[in-house]
């Protein structure tokens, strides 16, 4: 890497160091696919790239001699396969090729390994109209969601994820003198220390965002000095494909081994993300997924394990200004993407009083109403709403949403037909909404992960609280979304839910929602609930990834 | 508490955190004993509060209602019973009693807490002779030692402990404006962050190192905001129960709950250790002491947990300048507290080809002769064998000594026996040295806790490094002492250990040993081998207490 290139990378990076500290707006990457800032041909260059893919062997990887090639993925706006093939390897070839990279990675400094980092992600800027395309293709987000979720802000959260590591490497003298008076001399120890690598990491991504949630540990990993091996989602593997791709560019012109990171794939009759992650030596996990395979993941001896997983989200009403704002923001909360999101709300306490709008109650079942024809009109829409709801990525989701009628409540809107007029095909699904009694708690108490809108009668917001904080504590939660205009109420449910170790958003109208989640700002996932060990990008994300040691010697003379 | 003594307190904190990114020599207690620092009658005034508490209740606590008063401990230099009593509680009282505390403590502000913490270090002082002679007996400490690790070391430690919490604390925003431009417009959002403590915490001590070993877990629990228990081991809870003593006093001075800071004792007939490790309210658990029981804490589900465990530590002898200096400082590293220090060396590993000597090469046989009369010299110095010796904690490890004679190899020094002028009926040993080829490596991969040196007769200095990374990477090592005038040697043994996570200290002549540890600047245990999964004071040890949760709402107007 030539000299000029390193200086203007360090000076990408101190700017994001300061802006972790800060945590006021930041981002790197623009999110606006426009032509003015990406180029004029790039949307159109992207979707053609983007096909070339399609019944092609995936051969941008520098990984040698694969055992064969293999692919699964297929478009959920089309439910057709892709036809993409990518090289397979055995689980020990891909261990091995680690190991030896781990050795020529871990002796590169921090800040040079920070630098190399950053240079994949300003290349990968190019790359952004691709990866939309692949992750439109692959997950059924939208166009928007798919260019910025796996573009920009994959990238920013990617690039949080080195800042925090370099500065967290950078935080202790690389060498000092140590001098103790001892009365009639001075003892004089020269010290040095070493953040050590842990060694081969392992990143097991998700089937909805492929590379939003997996670039943060493969990040975290590098920059600490570990050589990574990404295993994606069978069915969404061709965003973070490109992903590794750039990197491996990057490390082989930069006359390293691109081995310090791999793609590794399941073969179709074979998955080997057990295998891998059972490996003794992989050091580090990475996950983000269900919670059942979470909590394997995280049952294993001997490895750091970072998880993201699922959880039960909630929406307290309890007080509002304007509730045609507040239902149209949620109602766009549960609708985009379909409810794929894991910070989608799901769980809404409403009391069966009703809530105050201004000086006045309205009752419960206006409440209701209204958050139902919030839904019906957006979903009706036909300007916004397929822009909104994507299609559905995993066919269990539809049986999901099918199984939500036996909850024990009442169907509000139980249709989830929709037809895209842009793919006649495409697997769609619009939120519904069942009416259950808080003291149905069986109904309400796991994740319906998907499109699907449960309102919960409580007996008042005291209870709408203690419900959302149980729910949270007990299986889990990523967001949480409160309406309240009394002070105290606000108060009591910022003490109740940091207990529940749940972020929450207040009195959201407008263009912002509860799922929209910032780098450099906003901690994804806390680790205090039972979603997740782990979150984006808080110190312990990265600082777990080596080891302090020290060495020291004398002063001779 | 005083707004000037804020300030003041404010002043030690700012200083130590600068001190802990230094890492150069820093103290805040003086080490030394003396008249001019502690005053005139500090020495003989500690020992009479020492004598008073024998046969009696130690009723200094502010834990009201005990059950019963029980105490089992023993001088090891009298073999009598102390005869203090100290308050029993049933496991559920003391874990109500925390958690009722725990809503009190976590609303108190970080930094408000570092000041009370810092103020009872502050009034530690001047119970330092009290505690250097409860804890020489019931540690078996000689004086000096039980002075500077039980008083100023660990009250420095502490110190550190409280700095980091304070900093990782304070090092985002309690609040900050976020301020997106969205073309037209700018979306605001007020955001507000807290660091939530986790819960309950217990602070597991060992019989060897009271409040040294203890105190770190302790002050970065309190101050995180959780309340903690301190269980300490059986035969050594005196020392850390005045430490408790003080700090429940300024709390309540404060008007804080003293239970914020509980002491935990087992009853004679009844450990108490299991059922409070096992209470689902306890939530963080510091240990320290033997490896069996550690993993056994380590496997507990749903608790954060840091452990000091036990380690096999080696001596690398390579090539040296001056033979003699060297062994005088290794046969002081073996005899030092006889062996009783975790950071104690264990395995000598010498080529049986010899060690270079400035250009001459020693013999193998002659370098172990000079490290046995080494030993033998120092235990037969009359005016310092005591005060390096002390006595030996627990029977047991008597028992071990003698057993030691049972490894494949051929006795150096077998005869442990040693008398103490100042006090005939000492449990006493000195070091034992047994020769052992490299090949019985079953005789060398286990601790041996006590005064047992091991010379392993290795084919060469990498066969030598080789071992003792192995040794360090399946059964933990605290510390590493390298002998070697090479660089390349020199450079290939930082590059091995630093992959056993095993710090290393190179040829150490002189007033400095490989058992020392210096707060503020060494990094005590790694957490990156079975010896231990935590670090005095890394990051990872206090962020790990405690989850960043954030809030946000829109800005109105």
């Known amino acids: 890497m030539s000299l000029n290139l390193t200086q203007k990378h360090q000076n990408i990076i101190d700017t994001a160091v300061k802006a972790l500290h800060e945590r006021t707006f930041f981002s790197h990457y623009p999110e606006n696919p426009t032509p003015e800032i990406y180029g004029e041909t790039a949307d159109k260059d992207g979707r053609e790239k983007y096909k070339n893919y399609l019944n092609n062997n995936f051969n941008e990887l520098l990984q040698e001699n694969p055992v064969k090639w293999v692919g699964q993925e297929e478009s959920p706006y089309e439910q057709q396969p892709l036809g993409i093939k990518y090289p397979y390897f055995e689980v020990d070839t891909l261990v091995s090729r680690a190991e030896e990279a781990y050795h020529q990675w871990r002796k590169v400094k921090p800040s040079y390994r920070a630098a190399i ?18 992750t439109m293709h692959t997950t059924g987000q939208a166009y928007m969601m798919s260019f910025q979720a796996s573009g920009p802000h994959a990238a920013d959260r990617a690039l949080e994820a080195i800042a925090s590591g370099y ?17 009639k001399y001075n003892l004089k120890l020269s010290k040095t220390w070493k953040a050590v690598p842990k060694g081969v990491a392992l990143v097991i991504g998700c089937s909805t965002f492929p590379t939003w949630n997996t670039v943060p540990g493969m990040y975290a ?70 919670t059942e395979f979470g909590n394997y993941v995280e049952s294993l001896k001997g490895k750091t394990v970072f998880t993201e997983k699922t959880g039960v989200n909630s929406i307290i009403i309890d007080s509002v200004d304007d509730l045609d704002k507040v239902v149209q923001n949620l109602a ?23 809530i105050k709008v201004g000086g006045e109650t309205v009752p419960y079942q206006e409440v209701v109403q209204k958050l139902a024809d919030a839904v019906s009109g957006l979903v009706n829409n036909p300007k916004a709403a397929p822009h909104i709801l994507g299609a559905i990525q995993n066919p269990a989701t539809l049986e999901r949403v099918k199984e939500a009628s036996s909850v024990k409540g009442k169907p509000v809107l139980t249709t989830c037909d929709f037809t895209n007029p842009m793919f006649a095909n495409a697997r769609t699904c619009t939120p519904v909404i069942y009416e259950v009694d808080a003291t149905e708690k069986e109904s309400y108490s796991r994740e319906l992960f998907g499109p699907v809108m449960l309102i919960i009668k409580t007996k008042d917001t005291n209870q709408s609280v203690e419900l959302a904080k149980e729910m949270a504590m007990n299986y889990g939660a990523i967001s949480c979304g409160a309406y309240t205009t009394d002070p105290v109420v606000k108060e009591h449910i910022m003490d109740e839910m940091s207990l529940a170790g749940t972020p929450v958003s207040f009195n959201l109208t407008g263009g912002i929602y509860v799922n929209q989640n910032a780098s450099f700002s906003d901690f994804h996932v806390t680790g205090g609930n039972p979603a997740g060990n782990a979150s984006f990008t808080n110190p312990e994300f990265v600082i777990k990834r080596f080891t302090w040691v020290g060495f020291r010697e004398p002063v001779v003379g």
């Open 221 to 290: 990993s590098l920059v600490t000095g570990n050589p990574v091996i990404i295993k994606p989602h069978p069915k969404a593997v061709l965003p973070i494909a490109i992903v590794v791709a750039e990197v491996q560019k990057v490390l082989a012109e930069n006359g390293l081994n691109p081995n310090i990171c791999q793609l590794a794939v399941d073969a179709e009759d074979h998955l080997i993300t057990k295998e891998l992650a059972e490996h003794p030596s992989i050091k580090l996990i990475d996950y983000t997924g269900g």
């Open 117 to 134: 980092l950053v240079e994949s992600l300003e290349r990968l800027r190019n790359r952004f109209f691709d990866i939309a395309y692949a």
């Open 332 to 354: 766009f909360s549960v609708s985009l993407y379909s409810g794929q999101m894991c910070t989608a709300p799901q769980n809404f306490f409403i009391p069966e009083g009703g």
């Open 167 to 183: 500065e967290e490497q950078t935080r202790f003298p690389e060498a000092t003198e140590w001098e103790k008076p001892m009365g």
